[in-house]
């Protein structure tokens, strides 16, 4: 990817103040928007310092336009790839990747999932930086924006922790706008998004109960809705989705409430779609926190993951987990409560 902002010095500097600095996060997409706050903390403490991150081709896009960063450098993961071609083009990038980042003299290298990445962290000291860095473990009992911005703390940041930083881009914005349109949605308000998809069994909600709480929504609020769902076969080995899912709630709702499908390949898709919506319902998972870096009202549903840890940050927000950690086992009641709550008071 491009860089973001001039190109400056390379060469390490003599006075103690870092001019090249790498910031690492290779997992998911959640988890580098959680780490944008001490982006935009190092931005402001070293205000002339080329900052690079280091991310997935899976989650890079995250930080599409963010203006704290000059590069963002993506690789992908074995795991990612097909066949045996596509894994020594990969190696070879990852090589190449190595050697790039070694010529640039790095002055700091920043872990920000912490020293149990462990090979993050062999990674970053194959870098040779003059200094690593690593946010302090994993902790259910603190949110994990927090545990990132511990590296900040160690690097002498002080004051409140900044707010996260999602940007739409402006082609993905007139693509959701021209969907919207296009379905005779255009300013409808509320406009509600709901993600059906979860990685995790026990955060998966029903299609039967998300067609429920669309059509209730529409009857109850006039609410237009936005359908998000990751696409594929349920059965894919890398990439399972949920087309068969959104099949099902388009049928029960058909008709009966005002909704778009929006299948969303490409994460900048997901990101333009969710800006224009008003409120988003989603299960916990990347989708919830790009709508958190949005600045979206957000109703979680939360089902065997710690709510403390991964709860939508610095957002109005309606987070519900049953006693029995299955997100199942929430009714469709209860989650129009907190959609209500929410439409009603929106800034609270």
């Known amino acids: 990817m491009s860089a973001k902002r001039p190109a400056r010095d390379e060469a390490r500097t003599t006075s103690g103040e870092p001019r090249c600095i790498l910031v690492i996060r290779r997992d998911n997409i959640g988890d580098l928007v959680c780490t944008t706050p001490l982006l935009a903390a190092l931005r402001a403490r070293y205000p002339q310092a080329w900052i690079g991150v280091l991310a997935n081709s899976y989650n890079a896009p995250a930080l599409d336009g963010n203006p704290h960063v000059d590069e963002v450098l993506a690789y992908s993961k074995l795991k990612h790839v097909a066949g045996g071609a596509g894994a020594l083009g990969a190696l070879a990038h990852r090589l190449a990747l190595i050697w790039r980042l070694r010529r640039r003299r790095l002055d700091l290298a920043v872990l920000a999932a912490g020293a149990a990445d462990a090979r993050g962290l062999a990674f970053a000291r194959r870098l040779a930086p003059a200094r690593i860095v690593c946010a302090e473990p994993a902790d259910e009992e603190r949110h994990e924006v927090e545990r990132v911005f ?17 940007r739409a881009s402006a082609t993905a914005g007139a693509n959701a706008r021209a969907a919207l349109a296009q379905a005779g949605l255009a300013g409808r308000r509320p406009l ?44 894919h080995p890398q990439h399972p989705g949920d087309d068969g899912k ?78 029995s950690r299955d997100v199942a086992e929430i009714d469709t009641e209860t989650v129009l409560q907190a959609c209500a709550e929410l439409i009603s008071t929106p800034e609270s």
């Open 192 to 235: 509600i998004g709901v993600h059906i998809s979860a990685r995790r069994p026990r955060q998966r909600w029903p299609a039967e109960r998300w067609a429920e709480l669309i059509l209730a929504l529409h009857a109850r609020h006039g609410a237009a809705l936005v359908l998000f769902w990751s696409p594929g076969a349920e059965d």
């Open 246 to 323: 959104a099949a099902r709630v388009v049928e029960l709702v058909a008709g009966r409430a005002p909704l778009l499908p929006c299948p969303t390949a490409a994460l900048a898709e997901l990101i333009g779609a969710l800006d224009l919506c008003d409120l988003v319902v989603c299960s916990d998972g990347g989708a919830m926190h790009l709508a958190a870096g949005l600045g979206k009202p957000i109703v979680a549903l939360f089902g065997d993951s710690p709510t403390v840890r991964w709860r939508p940050w610095g957002v109005p927000q309606r987070v519900l987990q049953p006693a």
């Open 150 to 166: 511990g590296a900040a703390r160690v690097l002498g940041v002080e004051g409140p922790i900044p707010a996260l930083c999602v």
